[in-house]
C-alpha cells in the first residue's frame, strides 16, 4: 500500500478505469467463446483489461505514467514504487502487442485464450482488491 491514502480523486480516476478494465475483461470472454472471432480481438481486449487495471493501481499508488500500452514498462513503473505484483500479473507483459501491432500484423502463434483470460482476470480482480482497501 502507498505510503499516504489515494485522494478522492485518484479513487475516483482508478475506479473509472477499473470499470473500463471490467468492461475489457467481460468483452474478452464472450469473445474468446466465439469460433469465429479473431484472436487479434480477443488479445486486444484482454491487453487492455490488464493494462487498465496496471494504470488505476498505480494512480492509487501516486505514480505518474505516461500514455503506454507497454505492460512491461507500467509493471516496472508499479514495481519501481514497492507495489507487490501478483506473478499472473507479472507475466502478462507478452500480452502487449496485442494492444495494437497484432490488430495490423499476423501473430506468429495463435493467442492463448485461456491464459489471456486467467492474466486479464487476475489484474482486474488484483486493481479491485487495491481500490477497495483504499476506501
Known sequence: ?????????????????????ESDLRACRRLADEPDMEDDVVGFH???AV???V????????VDFP??????????????RGLRIPD???????????AAQLRYDEAAEPLDRSAAIEA????VGWARSLLDESR
Do not use: N
Open 1 to 21: 500500500m502507498a505510503a499516504s491514502s489515494p485522494s478522492p480523486e485518484q479513487r475516483e480516476v482508478a475506479d473509472v478505469l477499473l470499470r473500463r478494465a
Open 120 to 123: 486479464a482476470t487476475s489484474a
Open 55 to 62: 494504470k488505476a493501481a498505480l494512480v492509487l499508488h501516486g
Open 88 to 98: 499472473r500479473i507479472e507475466d502478462a507483459e507478452w500480452l502487449t502487442p496485442w
Open 67 to 80: 500514455r503506454s500500452h507497454d505492460l512491461d514498462f507500467l509493471l516496472a513503473r508499479a514495481e519501481g
Open 51 to 53: 493494462e487498465k487495471a
Open 46 to 48: 484482454a491487453q487492455q
